[in-house]
């Protein structure tokens, strides 16, 4: 039986997802001590990126805490915007801060499909193109290649925050195909934790999401601390 874990977890201000999930996927017992990093009702952009990593920065010290096991920073848009030289650097700031492993919901999607084997994938996220177009470089940069692909296009955090998991399962099924190896549903926001289980069975290959893949890891980071 794994043993529970006390994460530290940062989300943006707005998720009303990825804690109440995280813990789902996280052993019996298990704790989160979260930090909502402040931001606007636009979804995040290169531009304001500084400014909503600095404030990441100042929240972490937080979890300065003998009672914290593993950090996971969850904010899967940051860390495709960031790059993957950016996010490993913000991985590392967070660690330098807090004194603690840290897992960023980015680099977890990537090692998940790489651990898999997969290398061609079907991909739905609620993202703008901006963002979409990020996030498939950076899957890129991991030898993934995003076969089939769709979204919500939400415009504002309030039409992200309304999406349901019956539509997530809904777009996913729409866009899986025979020449996808797995399908990734990309954000923290988005509910995955009552669909992934039957999507996976449906599609007779691997099913993962942001949220998921972060529990995995940080179980995965706190055992190796």
Known sequence: MSKALHVGLMVPINNTTMERELLAWLPAGSTCDTQRIPRGKGLLTKEVLPEYVAQALALAKAFDDPA??????????????????????????????????????????????????????????????????QLKAFLADGGITVKRFNSFYAQTTDELGRIEAHQVAKLARETMADDCEAMFIGCSQLPTCEILGDLEREFGRPTLSSIQVTARRAQQAAVNS
Not at 72 to 93: K, M
Request: hydrophobic share 45%; charged share 15%.
């Open 68 to 133: 914290v096991d593993v950090v996971a920073y969850g904010c899967t848009a940051a860390g495709f915007i960031s790059g993957p030289a950016g996010d490993a650097a913000l991985q590392s700031d967070l660690a330098k801060v807090t004194g603690k492993q840290v897992v960023t919901t980015a680099r977890s999607m990537v090692l998940a499909l790489q651990e898999a084997g997969v290398k061609n994938i079907a991909l739905v996220t609620p993202y703008l193109d901006s963002v979409n177009t």
